[in-house]
């Protein structure tokens, strides 16, 4: 049965909010030391794929606006929370995390921006890809097989997300531009009256 899209308490919501309850307990987790940890990326790899089992139950059981606003601050908190605290750990670099943290700030104060004039800006599939790349190389390099000795492969990832993060981002600004012009466009014209 629909949920009306006013509606707060939901399983979507209710899986959402979990995983950024859980959050801070996955960055506790994440070893002082480069080796990784086994519970750390089980925990990780749970809340990843929860994302999914969320975005699953909105579709069955249909979108909520909060719903809307908590999905994507679920995976900042999650992907810059672990990034940081990798930084922390001298694992991560410090540039890329904040390239990436200055962009997801970037859009998501210019998403409000402009919902608040009437544009939408839904999630395009290279940013679906980019939050899934995030989501890998911090996996890769909290996982023990892959901490130590596969770091050319978490470190690839992680510059591949922070290309993906600048294109996509690049990709929202043109979209809301040309919607705004549209709209504008569509103002300004002159109507015609029907004879």
Request: aromatic content about 10%.
């Amino acid at each position: 049965m629909p949920v009306d899209s006013s509606a707060i308490a939901t399983w979507a919501n209710l899986v959402t909010v979990t995983r950024v309850l859980v959050a801070p307990l996955v960055f506790w987790l994440i070893p002082d030391d480069k080796g990784g940890a086994w519970l750390a990326f089980a925990l990780w790899f749970i809340l990843c794929a929860s994302d999914g089992i969320d975005g699953y139950l909105a579709r069955r059981h249909g979108t909520t606006t909060l719903g809307a606003f908590l999905d994507p601050l679920a995976d900042k908190v999650l992907v810059l929370g672990a990034m940081f605290t990798l930084v922390t750990r001298d694992v991560f670099w410090i540039l890329p995390v904040v390239i990436i943290a200055v962009r997801e700030l970037g859009i998501s104060l210019y998403r409000t921006f402009v919902g608040a004039k009437g544009i939408s800006m839904p999630a395009s599939k290279i940013a679906k890809w980019k939050t899934v790349t995030q989501q890998l190389s911090v996996g890769f390099a909290i996982a023990p097989l892959t901490a130590v000795d596969a770091q050319w492969l978490w470190n690839g990832l992680l510059w591949v997300s922070v290309a993906l993060a600048l294109i996509s981002g690049g990709q929202y600004l043109w979209r809301a531009h040309a919607a705004s012009r549209a709209a504008e466009l569509t103002r300004s014209a002159p109507s015609r009256s029907v004879p």
